[in-house]
């Protein structure tokens, strides 16, 4: 693992506002182990993006089942650490042998790779994601951190190259990687 970029950046993490009290007071986050989680498991931040924070809780709050009755977002310090870093060549070649011996793996146990069922339902993703990090233990190692680009939403404008919802994402997977939590200016979440 490389440490090629700042260690330190701040990270939003959108929930309900009785979770972030919780946060702020001093509880634990909660690591998502969702089979579909795209960077794997770990506590999912926005890099740099408390607005985004915020528009994914109040999204999340209109879904079928939702836990957020009133939408929050809080900040946090996030070392990155022993990062896997999909925005760098090292990262994504390490992501590509994950995925090679994943498939062989399961070929030879008679399985089927998973599949993404769409751009936030990514099984095949965490998958590879998880079998990288089985893989970088073995070894050991530990990556703490995983950090993606996400192109999300609509174009910016016609023929545009940009899209309405896109952001860097950080999966934490050591929980000592969030150095602290603080309470987001409201004018930080002006859009």
């Not at 999912?44 to 994914?56: I, Q, S, T």
């Not at 992501?95 to 936030?120: I, K, M």
């Not at 233990?137 to 680009?149: K, L, M, S, W, Y």
């Amino acid at each position: 693992m490389q440490r090629l970029s700042a260690s330190f950046v701040l990270g939003y993490h959108g929930c309900d506002h009785t979770v972030a009290e919780r946060l702020l007071a001093g509880d634990s986050f909660k690591e998502s182990q969702n089979d579909y989680d795209w960077l794997g498991w770990g506590i999912y931040f926005w890099e740099a993006n408390p607005k985004r924070g915020l528009d994914f809780a109040l999204e999340s709050m209109k879904r079928r089942g939702a836990k957020i009755s009133k939408p929050s977002v809080i900040g946090a310090v996030v070392d990155l650490g022993s990062c896997l870093d999909l925005m760098s060549t090292v990262g994504i070649d390490m992501v590509r042998t994950a995925h090679s011996s994943l498939s062989e793996t399961l070929q030879a146990a008679g399985q089927n790779l998973p599949q993404n069922r769409d751009r936030l339902r990514r099984q095949l993703d965490c998958a590879v994601i998880e079998h990288l990090h089985a893989i970088y233990e073995a070894q050991g190692g530990f990556i703490e951190t995983v950090r993606a680009v996400f192109p999300e939403g609509e174009p910016v404008y016609l023929g545009a190259g940009f899209d309405t919802k896109t952001h860097i994402q950080i999966a934490v997977r050591n929980p000592d990687c969030i150095k602290g939590v603080f309470r987001v200016p409201e004018g930080h979440l002006l859009g």
